[in-house]
């Protein structure tokens, strides 16, 4: 079969057998069916200087319709919904750090985050919405068609409907290229997890104000930007299926890998079920070495991060004012990839990381290679210093493919910012791997990423960045 002129969705919701060619076509194609790069910037720089919203910090006597409990000292909505901050208790046996406690937010809502696509002239194009969420530090970046909580759809708020909601409630009649599971930040969310999902349609979609359709390649372009391509844009570009794609033949796809799919299946299973890692849920009132003060709870070294507050007021979203607590990280995030060229196939490997995080599901997911907070190192044991954290730092400047600072996700996170970056070391280098790391393919992590609580949110945000360096043959083979 071969994929020359563009593909479609089946009948049958069936699998499209042109789809990772289809991609890689869009993901090659720089001028839209709508506007170009310069016309983009054009109309989104427009959008965000009409933009009125204004996102103030305010105190906790300010925070309208939150109180703290007084049994437990949770933070929580007077509904009961939305989400609440919690405190959890952390013991882990095999650790650097083997006890600590602090706070997290508890929100056991499964959201959406999807992107609606449609060809144009043959190509894909991604249905994105410029979006003020109030932890941007820039007020509007480029987020999914859709990104809402349950609360958020179901009206508890009592605002406007979501737009295109109904694409995704209800994808049975269409063509789904992507709907998985995946968690947020195992670190700062208790067991949160997000619907990922890609939905194609063939009718005419109307973009509504604020919205605008753009080529995967222009999206790849967007990327290299400081805060402008959202997380959550981020984790669902993610799930596109480029390659190692549905009915991949695995044992194929790893003949040349440095580990099997089923290796690096048990190696995942074999941390989990060895893990002493246990994290229990207490109030937030008892958790120690974190200190209450005015307008902020803060740990006693001035680390980490902070539970802070603010009020939103803003005419673009389903309603037109709000409060709410947000966690504000002290410091810039690191989060990198160690990447290499395969001497042989050329094939690209990632260096992953098995990582474990108190707020995950299931205890270890594959992280990048660093995922860390420099800082925070002053007062941790020597120990707990990321490995291949100086070999990133230290990186020479013609070895590093991708260097961004990137907004985390703006919901609930005030002005939090990892810079991203992908540094590549010679194929014939050996580097000393400890035992939770392993060198994986492309086509594997794009398996992984087609099953729930495999893959990261830090990690999945720098496989679609990864993304945007591959070729089109990388892409599609």
């Known amino acids: 079969m071969t994929c020359n002129s563009p593909g479609r969705p089946t009948s049958s919701g069936g699998p499209d057998a042109c789809l990772p060619a289809r991609i890689a076509r869009s993901a090659q194609a720089v001028d839209g069916a709508g506007r170009n790069l310069w016309e983009f910037h054009q109309w989104f720089g427009e959008y965000s200087a009409s933009d009125s919203s204004r996102v103030r910090r305010i105190p906790?006597?300010?925070?309208?319709?939150?109180?703290?409990?007084?049994?437990?000292?949770?933070?929580?909505?007077?509904?009961?919904?939305?989400?609440?901050?919690?405190?959890?208790?952390?013991?882990?046996?095999?650790?650097?750090?083997?006890d600590w406690a602090q706070p997290i937010i508890v929100q056991r809502e499964v959201g959406i985050l999807g992107i609606l696509v449609k060809e144009f002239n043959g190509v894909l194009h991604c249905l994105m919405q410029a979006k003020m969420e109030p932890g941007n530090r820039n007020g509007i970046q480029l987020s999914p068609t859709v990104q809402a909580t349950r609360s958020n759809y179901t009206g508890v708020h009592g605002g406007r409907p979501v737009p295109y909601l109904e694409y995704f409630r209800d994808?049975?009649?269409?063509?789904?290229?992507?709907?998985?599971?995946?968690?947020?930040?195992?670190?700062?969310?208790?067991?949160?997890?997000?619907?990922?999902?890609?939905?194609?349609?063939?009718?005419?979609?109307?973009?509504?104000?604020?919205?605008?359709?753009?080529?995967?390649?222009?999206?790849?372009?967007?990327?290299?930007?400081?805060?402008?391509?959202?997380?959550?844009?981020?984790?669902?570009?993610?799930?596109?299926?480029?390659?190692?794609?549905?009915?991949?033949?695995?044992?194929?796809?790893?003949?040349?890998?440095?580990?099997t799919t089923g290796h690096l299946r048990s190696w995942i299973n074999d941390a989990r079920v060895r893990s002493d890692?246990?994290?229990?849920?207490?109030?937030?009132?008892?958790?120690?070495?974190?200190?209450r003060s005015a307008d902020r709870i803060a740990h006693e070294s001035g680390l980490f991060f902070d539970?802070?507050?603010?009020?939103?007021?803003?005419?673009?979203?389903?309603?037109?004012?709000?409060?709410?607590?947000?966690?504000?990280?002290?410091?810039?995030?690191?989060?990198?990839?160690?990447?290499?060229?395969?001497?042989?196939?050329?094939?690209?490997?990632?260096?992953?990381?098995?990582?474990?995080?108190?707020g995950f599901v299931d205890v270890v997911e594959l992280a990048p290679t660093v995922q860390c907070t420099p800082q925070n190192y002053k007062v941790l044991p020597a120990e707990a210093y990321p490995p291949f954290l100086d070999e990133v730092l230290g990186a020479p400047v013609d070895t590093i493919r991708f260097d961004t600072t990137l907004s985390e996700e703006g919901g609930r996170f005030f002005h939090t910012r990892s810079r991203?970056?992908?540094?590549?070391?010679?194929?014939?280098?050996?580097?000393?791997?400890?035992?939770?790391f392993r060198w994986v393919t492309m086509r594997q992590l794009a398996r992984f990423l087609r099953h729930s609580h495999y893959v990261n949110v830090q990690a999945r945000s720098l496989i679609a960045c990864l993304h945007s360096l591959m070729s089109e043959t990388e892409l599609s083979d």
Request: hydrophobic share 40%; glycine share 10%.
């Open 420 to 436: 991203y970056l992908v540094v590549e070391v010679d194929a014939d280098r050996d580097l000393a791997l400890p035992d939770d």
């Open 307 to 358: 539970v802070m507050a603010v009020d939103v007021r803003t005419g673009s979203r389903e309603v037109g004012g709000w409060a709410q607590p947000m966690i504000e990280c002290r410091d810039t995030g690191i989060v990198a990839f160690l990447v290499k060229h395969d001497a042989a196939t050329g094939e690209l490997h990632a260096l992953v990381h098995l990582k474990a995080e108190p």
């Open 277 to 291: 890692l246990d994290a229990t849920l207490t109030g937030l009132g008892e958790v120690q070495g974190w200190h």
């Open 60 to 98: 906790w006597d300010d925070l309208t319709g939150w109180r703290f409990e007084d049994r437990t000292g949770n933070l929580v909505h007077e509904t009961g919904r939305f989400f609440s901050i919690q405190g959890l208790r952390i013991r882990n046996d095999q650790g650097p750090v083997r």
């Open 171 to 259: 994808p049975s009649s269409r063509q789904v290229l992507a709907d998985v599971l995946h968690s947020e930040q195992g670190s700062w969310f208790h067991r949160k997890r997000n619907r990922n999902m890609i939905v194609e349609v063939t009718e005419d979609v109307e973009p509504l104000d604020g919205f605008h359709w753009l080529t995967i390649g222009q999206l790849h372009a967007l990327l290299a930007e400081d805060d402008l391509v959202n997380m959550d844009s981020r984790t669902v570009l993610s799930c596109l299926p480029f390659a190692g794609g549905p009915g991949g033949d695995d044992e194929n796809g790893d003949r040349r890998a440095p580990h």
